[in-house]
């Protein structure tokens, strides 16, 4: 079983719609939890950071239960711009390495 | 912006050749990573330095993979010899403890 798992989809949505990605992890330890996103052929950056209140970014909303050992991130009124991979990350420690998802692709249509 | 700067962008070799990647981190991060990123495997660690200090390698092949940083300006990752099996992108990343990391633009290898 992978550490993190992530739908790796592709979602195929129009211009407007909201879309939910999910993740899972499996290890408890985890500290600190991330989403990244990485346009093809470029290098991954950093998204937001998830904490465990919840938090929000413009449109963006990502949400951490740790009972469950599970990650979300909502996107609201999606755009073109927004059609890229999305990571879901995991650290266990500070300063640690990052362990990542395989991605969940997101392609916004006209 | 600060960024972490890699060299080269692109490598296309032959199998059994030396390649060495390098990679310099944003000026006051005192960690540095190297993950490679494949379509099967995704983002995998391969190595990563703490205040130079290699802090784990267990991600890498250590009979034909090697990493170092001889001062707090560049890292290096070198293979030798290089087989196809490598061919894929390989990230440098640095970060402060407790901060997000920043990846660089990767080194596109391709190994005949």
């Known amino acids: 079983r992978k550490e993190v798992e992530q739908d790796p989809g592709p979602f195929n949505v129009p211009e407007g719609a909201t879309v939910a990605f999910n993740c899972t992890y499996s290890?408890?330890?985890?500290?600190?939890f991330f989403w990244y996103r990485q346009d093809c052929r470029k290098e991954p950056k950093l998204l937001m950071s998830v904490y465990s209140s919840g938090n929000e970014d413009g449109r963006f909303t990502a949400q951490l239960n740790r009972a469950s050992q599970y990650i979300s991130l909502l996107i609201r009124d999606s755009k073109l711009s927004d059609s890229a991979t999305y990571l879901c990350v995991v650290r266990v420690n500070q300063g640690g390495k990052l362990i990542f998802g395989q991605g969940t692709e997101l392609s916004v249509k006209p | 912006d600060a960024r972490v700067t890699q060299t080269p962008r692109h490598k296309v070799t032959e199998m059994g050749q030396e390649v060495t990647m390098r990679c310099q981190p944003i000026?006051?991060?005192?960690?540095v990573f190297w993950y490679r990123q494949t379509m099967m495997q995704g983002l995998e660690l391969l190595a990563y330095f703490r205040n130079r200090a290699p802090l784990d390698d267990s991600g890498m092949p250590k009979d034909r993979f090697s990493a170092e940083m001889p001062d707090a300006t560049l890292a290096t990752l070198k293979i030798q010899p290089s087989e196809p099996r490598d061919s894929a992108v390989y990230f440098c990343a640095s970060g402060r403890v407790g901060q997000p990391q920043h990846f660089g633009d990767g080194t596109r290898l391709s190994i005949l």
């Open positions: 000026l006051g991060h005192n960690t």
């Open positions: 290890n408890s330890a985890s500290q600190s």
